[in-house]
């Protein structure tokens, strides 16, 4: 009996973290100064920020005996309204008279745009409006400046905007005929990305710019079709930003001369502004429900939070929050902490404490994690008083178990590779590992290699953000894998290379090598840098180590073991980190399919319901190119694939380690055998994230990175000493493809640019120098690693595609233009370098293509131009090379030892 005790209390330990859920709070602080004290601010007032300023509107006083609803603007229009509009600047408050015909209007829709405020619509002179203002506050002179712009197509009484990249997007209600249109603004802002302030200038935007109609916002009930007040908020729903419309209010048309029933909007809507489709129109996302539950309140504001969410504060006083991604709402706990120098609440026991009706938000503006709002008692009584609103995040409790683990099995790593250390004896050892490395062991590297965090940790996050469009992109390793068995390996084994580019130079000449040498150290010491960034950043969100710390750490233990121990030590820790992490992710994959309410079966109907399984976009139309379309994935998968097995030193140097071609050819088809299902299983874990967490949106933290929901979920959902071995696993993963960058780079150092021109004259010389040139690569990637810590990134797998493209596609392109043609020279292969990168560039520049085609991109454009340059340089001294083994049409046959 005490023993079966004792077993359930050590599985309820372990378990602990699946039966927790940290609780998002929502702290609310009355902004409290002398100065905010004495303003009187009524009630359709607007808020927005501006450098450190606020900018208040005065609104409009309330005749509190005949109105008891001052959210309902229509009802405001024989209300008195104020010229007196406030600048809040620290302790200090500037009052400033601005008349309405300026900016000054209750129930305006205002926008921040370059350190101004957008006014657009409102009340003014007891009448909706269509005037739109720029209105700016000079600090210098404690002044307001007003311009008019052109306006609205339609009065409104209480429309709402959003700005992206530049236009402004305003939706009327019904007061307006529910219209939406849009505005560009980007000829006011200069080549430096300022405001121009210049009056001809806006005077002349004015005169020469106007509106576009967009599809207007439908309605939500035929029964009720008079709908105002929505509110608009932009945020990224995993394919992009979006326009969300939620919130407002709707009534029968009748209300306005007699009285009836106002009943909340709970409808929601999402607007596509970059679809290139002539009919897009508004999406319907349904009714809103909190826990499987109608919303029976109405949501006054929104603001976003972090890279997905939107906050909804009702006129109930409740927070709820929207997940873009996921679609899934919830609310969180909301904490009222009353100013000190509120006299009439001071000695309120219920200060400090959960109080979620006391106060409601009229008005919000957010600007760089600073949320501030404008708030009214539930009574409706009295003037709007100033709040700001935080998060309270969760603390981190990753443990001591979890972080003992950590550092344990990363000590362990490191000891596993300074074991190698002294068993290098030359280059050939460190580089190669004296060509004695099973071939089991070298598939497990080169898995590592292309694995890594980025796999492990973004791959996941971007599936949950979008679908399965890439998979077959990823899968074009089996299209690959041939070409690097049958042809690219067989070059490298045959002249025996150390390097990779020692083929160039063989083929074409020094030049050539040189040049791609130094591309792809600059390609690694990027990719070392987001490597680390990404892991640093996804374990931040889990441990109590900074994104700083992280890299740091990381740097520091690969500088330690790699640097020592070649690239023995490097393969050996790859295989342990390729053993724990597969392991790892089906643990990870079983568990959420285990914290879903069907199983296996709720994974696949969310995942059908919501297109998350989508592999094929058959798009064939011209703009196709700019896409995921189907052949974008095919093509880009090939490039990507084909420049990694055949022009990455990091890859090229495993074809070398075992003993002979047959071993080589073993290890690349092993390495396809883990990659397609471990793909296969990423993805699944991607989608089982978006499941998980739309069934349970209140255990997503709302302020992390979209890259740092897999090891959150690691760290809060797995068993304790579990979830640490396994966030300890992508800790090294992320060391290991760092090692094998830091490796690789100095391989390519020491044998294209030192060695061909006997810089060193000794063989320990030369060992040495391979010690301090790996130190110095690894330096330059941690801080690389630290200058890509940037929490505005929305994918760093997106942006690792582009780098790959950047720089891979064009070491690809010369490989092929060597292999494949026999009358490429090295003035046509400097052509090819030259032309790709301009290509390639002039893609990402001018937006002409998706950046997962960038490697294809670069392959083509440098085997088309080299070859033109080729023939158009060709000289009797190229066409006389001896190419014996050195193009497809002349290669020797396999050598098999």
């Not at 606020?54 to 609104?59: A, N, Q, T």
């Not at 090229?652 to 690349?668: E, G, H, L, P």
């Not at 760092?738 to 320990?764: G, H, Q, R, W, Y």
Request: hydrophobic content about 45%.
């Amino acid at each position: 009996m005490i023993t079966k005790m004792f077993k359930y209390a050590v599985i309820s330990f372990l378990m602990m973290p699946l039966f927790t859920n940290a609780q998002t709070i929502i702290n609310w602080q009355e902004v409290s100064t002398s100065s905010v004290e004495q303003v009187d601010i009524g009630h359709g007032a607007f808020i927005s920020k501006q450098n450190n300023n606020l900018i208040i509107s005065s609104g409009v006083n309330i005749d509190k005996t005949t109105n008891k609803s001052p959210f309902i603007a229509e009802k405001l229009a024989r209300n008195n309204q104020l010229n007196s509009m406030y600048i809040v600047s620290g302790e200090s408050v500037f009052p400033t008279t601005l008349t309405t015909e300026l900016g000054n209007r209750a129930y305006a829709a205002s926008a921040s745009f370059h350190d101004t405020t957008l006014v657009i619509g409102g009340i003014a002179k007891n009448e909706a409006s269509a005037l739109v203002n720029i209105v700016n506050w000079q600090a210098s002179s404690k002044t307001l400046q007003s311009y008019a712009l052109p306006n609205l197509p339609q009065a409104a009484s209480s429309p709402s905007t959003v700005i992206i990249d530049n236009t402004l997007y305003v939706l009327t209600g019904s007061d307006a005929n529910n219209q939406f249109y849009t505005l560009d603004l980007s000829t006011l802002v200069n080549n430096k990305g300022e405001l121009s302030f210049n009056k001809s200038d806006i005077s002349y935007f004015t005169a020469h710019s106007s509106w576009k109609k967009l599809p207007g916002l439908p309605l939500a009930s035929r029964n009720k079709p008079y709908q105002n007040a929505i509110q608009l908020a932009v945020q990224n729903d995993g394919s992009g930003e979006k326009i969300f419309a939620m919130g407002g209010y709707q009534f029968s048309e009748g209300y306005l001369t007699n009285q009836g029933e106002v009943t909340p909007l709970i409808s929601h809507w999402k607007y596509d502004p970059s679809s290139q489709s002539s009919d897009k129109n508004w999406q319907e996302l349904g009714d809103i429900f909190i826990a499987k539950n109608s919303l029976k309140e109405r949501i006054n504001t929104l603001t976003t939070l972090g890279q997905s969410h939107i906050l909804a504060f009702t006129n109930q006083g409740n927070t709820l929050s929207f997940n873009a991604i996921t679609k899934s709402w919830t609310k969180y706990l909301a904490v009222n902490n009353i100013a000190e120098s509120d006299k009439t609440q001071k000695n309120n026991p219920q200060n400090n404490t959960v109080n979620s009706a006391r106060f409601i938000s009229e008005s919000v503006t957010s600007s760089n994690g600073e949320v501030f709002s404008l708030n009214r008692a539930d009574d409706n009584q009295g003037s709007l008083h100033l709040w700001q609103v935080s998060l309270k995040q969760p603390e981190k409790n990753f443990g001591w178990v979890n972080m003992t683990v950590l550092m344990v099995y990363l000590l362990g790593v490191v000891l596993l590779g300074l074991f190698f250390m002294f068993k290098n004896k030359n280059t050939d050892d460190y580089f190669r590992g004296g060509q004695s490395i099973p071939w089991w062991a070298a598939a497990c590297s080169i898995y590592a290699t292309l694995l890594s965090s980025l796999t492990y940790v973004a791959l996941p996050a971007m599936v949950y953000q979008t679908n399965w469009l890439v998979l077959i992109g990823i899968w074009m390793i089996v299209v690959a894998a041939p070409i690097a068995v049958y042809v690219a390996m067989p070059f490298f084994r045959q002249i025996n290379a150390t390097s990779a580019y020692e083929y160039l130079s063989k083929r074409f000449n020094m030049t050539v090598r040189l040049f791609a040498s130094g591309l792809f150290t600059l390609f690694h010491i990027s990719r070392m840098g987001i490597v680390m960034a990404l892991t640093a950043l996804a374990l931040s969100a889990v441990t109590p180590l900074s994104a700083s710390d992280s890299v740091l750490i990381m740097g520091v233990l690969c500088l330690i073991y790699c640097t020592m121990g070649g690239i023995e030590a490097v393969i050996w820790t790859d295989t342990l980190q390729t053993i724990v992490l597969l392991i790892g992710a089906v643990i990870c994959f079983i568990t959420i399919i285990m914290g879903l309410d069907g199983g296996l079966t709720d994974f696949i109907r969310i995942g059908l319901s919501d297109d998350k399984f989508t592999m094929v976009n058959a798009d064939f139309s011209s703009s196709s190119i700019m896409t995921l379309s189907i052949w974008v994935i095919v093509l880009g998968g090939i490039g990507q694939n084909l420049a990694s097995y055949t022009a990455d030193q990091s890859i090229v140097q495993r074809y070398m380690v075992t003993k002979d071609s047959k071993a080589a050819a073993k290890s690349i088809w092993a390495n396809v055998a883990m990659a397609v299902p471990g793909t296969l299983l990423f993805f699944c874990i991607g989608t089982g994230l978006y499941a998980f967490y739309q069934m349970h949106p209140e255990k997503l933290d709302p302020t992390i990175q979209i890259d740092q929901i897999f090891p959150m979920f690691i760290a809060t959902e797995l068993p304790i000493g579990l979830a640490g071995l396994i966030v300890a696993g992508i800790f090294a993963a992320a060391q290991s493809t760092v090692s094998t960058s830091m490796n690789s780079t100095a391989t390519t150092l020491i044998t294209d640019f030192i060695k061909p021109f006997n810089l060193i004259k000794t063989e320990k010389g030369y060992l040495n120098a391979a010690r301090w040139l790996t130190f110095v690569m690894g330096a330059l990637g941690t801080l690389a690693g630290l200058v890509f810590i940037n929490p505005e990134i929305y994918s760093l797998m997106a942006a690792y595609f582009k780098v790959i493209g950047m720089f891979m596609g064009v070491l690809g392109g010369l490989f092929v233009l060597g292999a494949l043609t026999k009358r490429a020279n090295s003035t046509g292969a400097i052509i090819g370098i030259i032309s790709s990168y301009i290509t390639t560039i002039a893609a990402w520049q001018l937006g002409w293509a998706n950046g997962y085609l960038y490697a294809t991109i670069g392959i083509f454009s440098c085997l088309i131009f080299g070859y033109i340059g080729s023939l158009l340089t060709q000289t009797a001294k190229s066409t006389e090379k001896d190419l014996t083994g050195l193009t497809l049409y002349t290669m020797h046959p396999p050598v098999t030892k």
